[in-house]
C-alpha cells in the first residue's frame, strides 16, 4: 500500500506541472534528457530527447531536427525503445538502428530503407567514409569459465572457476567472453553484407574498452583503408593493475595491426582524424596506472608520426574536443574554476617551438558539456548548470555570443522558481583559497535559519562544477528546504595539476580538512543554522561521509553514505580496478615497506573512527557494484547497528555503483528526504 500511494503521489503531481513552484522528484523524472547530438554537412542538427516513464520502469527516446538561429524543433523519429541514429554519412545520409537491424533515411525524412533484414545484432555500427564498409562489435567466446565448460557431461553445474584477476568488472562477472572489432563489405543499396572479419582475432581483450566504451573507441581513416581502434592489450592481473591503452592501426589491404602510441603509457583514447584527413588526434594521460592523470591533446600524423602534445604547457586537463572544419583549429572543453568551458588551440602556430597558445572562449556559471559540431561561425554545444538540465547552445565564434538553441524543458522550468546559487572563496587550514557552491532554497528568506548540507563529491578526482544530476540533484534538495554546501577541496579539477594530484595517498588528510574548513566558514552565514547540519555523499564521498563521521567533532546532526569505501583493506580485496587503489593509497597493505601505502591504511580507513560515531547515518549500497562492492555497505550498517546509532540501509540488489532503474530512484530520493526530516 505505501508503494502504491507513493506512485498515486508521483502521477498526480507530474499531471499538473503548474501547480509546482519548486523542483519536486516527481517533475525531476518528468523532465527530457538531451542525449546524442549529430549534425549535417549542410548545418541540418538531429538530437534525441530520452524521456522515462517511471509507472513501466522503462524509458524511449525522440529525435528531432533543428536549424540553427531556429527556435522551433522538428520531430524526426517518434519516441522508440530501439531506434536512433547512429551515424550521418558524408552524403548526409542519415544511418540508423532500429529493431537491431539497420536502416537509412535523407534528412528531409525520405527514402527510408531497411538495409538489413537478418537475425544478426550489430553493436556500435561506424560506416566507411563511402558506405562500402562497416564496423561494429561482437562477443567472442576465448575461455573457459563456467562448469559446463570444463564437465560437459555436467551441464547442470552452476560454478564459475577463475585463475586470475579481473573476474569481475563494474557490475558483470567474467563470462569468458570479449568484445571484438569487426569489419565488413556493405552494400547500400541492398544492405548486403560481405563476409566479416574480426581484427583481434584470439585475442583476450575488449574494444569496445569496458566498462563503458562504445562507437567513439574506433574510427575510419579518411580513404577507408584502416581502422584506429582504442585497446588495453592487457589479460588478468596486468589488467587488474594498468591503464595503458594505446591506439591500434589495423591496415585493411595487408591484414596487419601497428601501435600508434608507443611509448604513451596512459590512457590514449578518444582518437579523430582532421577534416582533410592528414592528421590524427587523440587524448592521452602520462602516467600508468593513474586515471584521472592530466589529460592532454596529442596531434600527430595520419600514421602517427611526428607526435606533439598541444597542451602540455597548460596546467589543466582536458574533457572532450573537436576539430574545427577548416582543420586549423582544436575546440576542447575543460574543467576551470568549478565550471566547463570551451578552449581553442590555432594549429597554424609554430607547434614544434612549445609555445602553443590555449585560449579561453567561454566564461560564466555554466558547464558546457559537449561540443557537437561547427556550422559556420557557431560551434554547436551542450550546456547545463545547477538549475537545468542540459540544452543545447549555439556558440558564435565571431561575438563569443551563447544563445539557447533547444528548449527541452523550458516549459518547466518557467512554472518553477530556481535556486540561487552563491560562490564562495574559503581559506583552508594550510593558507590556500577553496571554492565553495553555496545553492539557496528558492523561496530563500535572509531572516530564517535553514538545515544545512555539506556535500562530498566522488571520484576522488571529479569536479563539483555547475552539473546537473538526476539523483544528487542540488536543485531538489534546495527545493525541500536546505542550503547544500559543495566545496572543490583538494583532488578536484580545474585549479591546476597539483591541486588535482593532491588527493592521491592522501584519502583522510588534507581533503577532510578542506571540507571542515568550507562548512565551519558557510556556517557563519547568518542563515545558517549550526545546530542542523547534515553531511551526504557517494562513492569518495560516501567515503568522506564514514570518515567526517568519526572524526566531525559534534559538527553534524546527520549522514548520508551511498556506496561509500568503509574498510580501506577489505576494498582493497574485494575491487576490481586495482590501478585505482594502487595509485591513490599508494599500494597493498601488506607491503610492509611503502610508507605511502602504510600511511593510507593505518590512517585512512573510516573503519578505525567508528567508535567516535555518535549521530544517526543512513546507509545506501547496490548489490551489483563491484567498485565498491557490498560487503563495504553491510560493516557500516553492522557497526553502527551495534552501537545502538540510529541507522538504516538501502540495499538495491540489481543496481550497481550508481541508482538507474527509475522506480528505485524514486525510492532513494523519497527515503532520502525522509532520513533528512526525520534527523535534521
Same mark, same amino acid.
Given at each position: 500500500?505505501?508503494?502504491?500511494?507513493?506512485?498515486?503521489?508521483?502521477?498526480?503531481?507530474?499531471?499538473?506541472?503548474?501547480?509546482?513552484?519548486?523542483?519536486?522528484?516527481?517533475?525531476?523524472?518528468?523532465?527530457?534528457?538531451?542525449?546524442?547530438?549529430?549534425?549535417?554537412?549542410?548545418?541540418? @542538427?538531429?538530437?534525441?530527447?530520452?524521456?522515462?516513464?517511471?509507472?513501466?520502469?522503462?524509458?524511449?527516446?525522440?529525435?528531432?531536427?533543428? =536549424?540553427?538561429?531556429?527556435?522551433?524543433?522538428?520531430?524526426?523519429?517518434?519516441?522508440?525503445?530501439?531506434?536512433?541514429?547512429?551515424?550521418?554519412?558524408?552524403?548526409?545520409?542519415?544511418?540508423?538502428?532500429?529493431?537491431?537491424?539497420?536502416?537509412?533515411?535523407?534528412?528531409?525524412?525520405? #527514402?527510408?530503407?531497411?538495409?538489413?533484414?537478418?537475425?544478426?545484432?550489430?553493436?556500435?555500427?561506424?560506416?566507411?567514409?563511402?558506405? #562500402?564498409?562497416?564496423?561494429?562489435?561482437?562477443?567472442?567466446?576465448?575461455?573457459?569459465?563456467?562448469?559446463?565448460?570444463?564437465? &560437459?557431461?555436467?551441464?547442470?553445474?552452476?560454478?564459475?572457476?577463475?585463475?586470475?584477476?579481473?573476474?569481475?568488472? +563494474?557490475?558483470?562477472?567474467?563470462?569468458?567472453?570479449?568484445?571484438?572489432?569487426?569489419?565488413?563489405?556493405?552494400? =547500400?543499396?541492398?544492405?548486403?553484407?560481405?563476409?566479416?572479419?574480426? @581484427?583481434?582475432?584470439?585475442? &583476450?581483450?575488449?574494444?569496445?574498452?569496458?566498462?563503458?566504451?562504445?562507437?567513439?573507441?574506433?574510427?575510419?581513416?579518411?580513404?577507408?583503408?584502416?581502422?584506429?581502434?582504442?585497446?588495453?592489450?592487457?589479460?588478468?592481473?596486468?589488467?587488474?593493475?594498468?591503464?595503458?591503452?594505446?591506439?591500434?592501426?589495423?591496415?585493411?589491404?595487408?591484414?596487419?595491426?601497428?601501435?600508434?602510441?608507443?611509448?604513451?603509457?596512459?590512457?590514449?583514447?578518444?582518437?579523430?582524424?582532421?577534416?582533410?584527413?592528414?592528421? =590524427?588526434?587523440?587524448?592521452?594521460?602520462?602516467?600508468?596506472?593513474?586515471?584521472?592523470?592530466?589529460?592532454?591533446?596529442?596531434?600527430?600524423?595520419?600514421?602517427?608520426?611526428?607526435?606533439?602534445?598541444?597542451?602540455?604547457?597548460?596546467?589543466?586537463?582536458?574533457?572532450?574536443?573537436?576539430?574545427?572544419?577548416?582543420?586549423?583549429?582544436?575546440?576542447?572543453?575543460?574543467?576551470?574554476?568549478?565550471?566547463?568551458?570551451?578552449?581553442?588551440?590555432?594549429?597554424?602556430?609554430?607547434?614544434?617551438?612549445?609555445?602553443?597558445?590555449?585560449?579561453?572562449?567561454?566564461?560564466?556559471?555554466?558547464?558546457?558539456?559537449?561540443?557537437?559540431?561547427?556550422?559556420?561561425?557557431?560551434?554547436?554545444?551542450?550546456?547545463?548548470?545547477?538549475?537545468?538540465?542540459?540544452?543545447?547552445?549555439?556558440?558564435?565564434?565571431?561575438?563569443?555570443?551563447?544563445?539557447?538553441?533547444?528548449?527541452?524543458?523550458?516549459?518547466?522550468?518557467?512554472?518553477?522558481?530556481?535556486?540561487?546559487?552563491?560562490?564562495?572563496?574559503?581559506?583552508?587550514?594550510?593558507?590556500?583559497?577553496?571554492?565553495?557552491?553555496?545553492?539557496?532554497?528558492?523561496?530563500?528568506?535572509?531572516?530564517?535559519?535553514?538545515?544545512?548540507?555539506?556535500?562530498?563529491?566522488?571520484?576522488?578526482?571529479?569536479?563539483?562544477?555547475?552539473?546537473?544530476?538526476?539523483?544528487?540533484?542540488?536543485? =531538489?534538495?534546495?527545493?525541500?528546504?536546505?542550503?547544500?554546501?559543495?566545496?572543490?577541496?583538494?583532488?578536484?579539477?580545474?585549479?591546476?595539476?597539483?591541486?588535482?594530484?593532491?588527493?592521491?595517498?592522501?584519502?583522510?588528510?588534507?581533503?577532510?580538512?578542506?571540507?571542515?574548513?568550507?562548512?565551519?566558514?558557510?556556517?557563519?552565514?547568518?542563515?545558517?543554522?549550526?545546530?542542523?547540519?547534515?553531511?551526504?555523499?557517494?562513492?569518495?564521498?560516501?567515503?568522506?561521509?564514514?570518515?567526517?563521521?568519526?572524526?566531525?567533532?559534534?559538527?553534524?546532526?546527520?549522514?548520508?553514505?551511498?556506496?561509500?569505501?568503509?574498510?580501506?583493506?577489505?576494498?582493497?580485496?574485494?575491487?576490481?580496478?586495482?590501478?585505482?587503489?594502487?595509485?591513490?593509497?599508494?599500494?597493498?597493505?601488506?607491503?610492509?615497506?611503502?610508507?605511502?601505502?602504510?600511511?593510507?591504511?593505518?590512517?585512512?580507513?573510516?573503519?578505525?573512527?567508528?567508535?567516535?560515531?555518535?549521530? &544517526?547515518?543512513?546507509?545506501?549500497?547496490?548489490?551489483?557494484?563491484?567498485?565498491?562492492?557490498?560487503?563495504?555497505?553491510?560493516?557500516?550498517?553492522?557497526?553502527?547497528?551495534?552501537?545502538?546509532?540510529?541507522?538504516?540501509?538501502?540495499?538495491?540488489?540489481?543496481?550497481?555503483? +550508481?541508482?538507474?532503474?527509475?522506480?528505485?530512484?524514486?525510492?532513494?530520493?523519497?527515503?532520502?528526504?525522509?532520513?533528512?526530516?526525520?534527523?535534521?
Amino acid at each position: 500500500m505505501r508503494y502504491l500511494s507513493l506512485l498515486l503521489c508521483f502521477f498526480m503531481a507530474i499531471s499538473n506541472v503548474s501547480a509546482q513552484s519548486k523542483m519536486t522528484t516527481e517533475l525531476l523524472w518528468k523532465l527530457g534528457r538531451l542525449s546524442s547530438t549529430q549534425i549535417t554537412s549542410d548545418g541540418q @542538427i538531429f538530437y534525441g530527447v530520452k524521456n522515462e516513464d517511471v509507472e513501466k520502469a522503462s524509458s524511449k527516446t525522440q529525435t528531432f531536427t533543428i =536549424l540553427p538561429n531556429s527556435q522551433k524543433a522538428k520531430t524526426f523519429f517518434q519516441a522508440s525503445k530501439s531506434q536512433s541514429i547512429v551515424q550521418i554519412l558524408d552524403d548526409n545520409t542519415i544511418i540508423f538502428v532500429k529493431d537491431n537491424q539497420i536502416w537509412s533515411v535523407q534528412p528531409d525524412g525520405k #527514402d527510408k530503407k531497411q538495409l538489413t533484414d537478418g537475425k544478426d545484432k550489430y553493436s556500435n555500427i561506424k560506416f566507411s567514409p563511402k558506405g #562500402d564498409y562497416i564496423i561494429f562489435s561482437k562477443k567472442v567466446k576465448l575461455k573457459d569459465v563456467y562448469g559446463k565448460d570444463f564437465y &560437459p557431461e555436467l551441464k547442470k553445474s552452476n560454478v564459475q572457476i577463475y585463475d586470475d584477476l579481473m573476474y569481475r568488472h +563494474w557490475d558483470q562477472w567474467a563470462d569468458g567472453e570479449f568484445s571484438h572489432v569487426f569489419y565488413a563489405s556493405f552494400n =547500400l543499396k541492398n544492405g548486403k553484407i560481405g563476409k566479416a572479419t574480426d @581484427i583481434m582475432k584470439d585475442e &583476450p581483450y575488449h574494444c569496445p574498452q569496458l566498462p563503458f566504451g562504445g562507437s567513439e573507441d574506433y574510427i575510419w581513416n579518411k580513404t577507408g583503408d584502416k581502422i584506429i581502434y582504442t585497446c588495453k592489450k592487457k589479460y588478468g592481473k596486468e589488467d587488474a593493475i594498468s591503464t595503458n591503452t594505446h591506439l591500434y592501426e589495423y591496415d585493411l589491404k595487408t591484414k596487419t595491426t601497428t601501435v600508434l602510441t608507443e611509448g604513451l603509457n596512459g590512457y590514449n583514447t578518444q582518437s579523430s582524424f582532421s577534416p582533410d584527413g592528414q592528421k =590524427l588526434a587523440w587524448c592521452s594521460m602520462a602516467h600508468d596506472g593513474y586515471e584521472s592523470d592530466k589529460n592532454d591533446i596529442y596531434i600527430a600524423d595520419a600514421d602517427g608520426q611526428n607526435k606533439i602534445n598541444l597542451t602540455a604547457g597548460w596546467d589543466n586537463s582536458v574533457n572532450n574536443y573537436k576539430w574545427s572544419k577548416d582543420g586549423k583549429t582544436i575546440y576542447f572543453t575543460a574543467t576551470i574554476r568549478a565550471t566547463k568551458q570551451i578552449f581553442e588551440i590555432k594549429l597554424n602556430q609554430d607547434l614544434s617551438q612549445g609555445d602553443i597558445i590555449v585560449t579561453q572562449l567561454t566564461e560564466g556559471d555554466f558547464d558546457i558539456t559537449s561540443i557537437a559540431g561547427q556550422i559556420g561561425d557557431t560551434l554547436i554545444v551542450g550546456r547545463q548548470d545547477m538549475n537545468h538540465a542540459s540544452e543545447l547552445y549555439e556558440f558564435s565564434l565571431s561575438d563569443k555570443n551563447l544563445s539557447q538553441l533547444t528548449h527541452i524543458n523550458t516549459k518547466i522550468y518557467d512554472q518553477i522558481q530556481l535556486s540561487q546559487i552563491d560562490k564562495y572563496w574559503v581559506k583552508t587550514t594550510d593558507g590556500k583559497e577553496e571554492l565553495v557552491w553555496v545553492i539557496l532554497p528558492p523561496d530563500f528568506d535572509s531572516t530564517k535559519k535553514y538545515p544545512t548540507l555539506l556535500y562530498c563529491q566522488g571520484g576522488p578526482q571529479s569536479p563539483v562544477s555547475q552539473f546537473y544530476s538526476y539523483r544528487w540533484n542540488f536543485q =531538489l534538495m534546495a527545493a525541500n528546504g536546505y542550503i547544500v554546501v559543495a566545496p572543490n577541496r583538494r583532488g578536484l579539477p580545474g585549479f591546476g595539476t597539483e591541486w588535482n594530484e593532491a588527493i592521491s595517498k592522501d584519502w583522510g588528510g588534507q581533503a577532510m580538512k578542506d571540507y571542515l574548513s568550507a562548512i565551519d566558514s558557510i556556517s557563519n552565514l547568518p542563515y545558517v543554522d549550526k545546530d542542523r547540519l547534515g553531511c551526504v555523499g557517494a562513492s569518495y564521498g560516501g567515503y568522506s561521509t564514514f570518515m567526517l563521521a568519526g572524526i566531525h567533532e559534534n559538527r553534524f546532526k546527520t549522514f548520508i553514505a551511498h556506496d561509500g569505501l568503509f574498510d580501506l583493506r577489505s576494498w582493497y580485496g574485494t575491487t576490481e580496478e586495482l590501478w585505482f587503489a594502487n595509485w591513490d593509497l599508494g599500494g597493498a597493505y601488506w607491503q610492509k615497506d611503502n610508507q605511502a601505502a602504510q600511511n593510507s591504511f593505518s590512517k585512512f580507513s573510516p573503519s578505525d573512527y567508528v567508535d567516535n560515531w555518535n549521530q &544517526p547515518i543512513l546507509i545506501i549500497q547496490g548489490g551489483m557494484d563491484f567498485r565498491v562492492p557490498i560487503e563495504q555497505g553491510l560493516q557500516a550498517f553492522q557497526a553502527a547497528q551495534l552501537k545502538g546509532i540510529k541507522s538504516k540501509i538501502l540495499y538495491f540488489p540489481e543496481e550497481n555503483h +550508481w541508482i538507474l532503474q527509475s522506480q528505485n530512484a524514486v525510492v532513494w530520493q523519497t527515503e532520502f528526504f525522509k532520513w533528512l526530516k526525520e534527523t535534521l
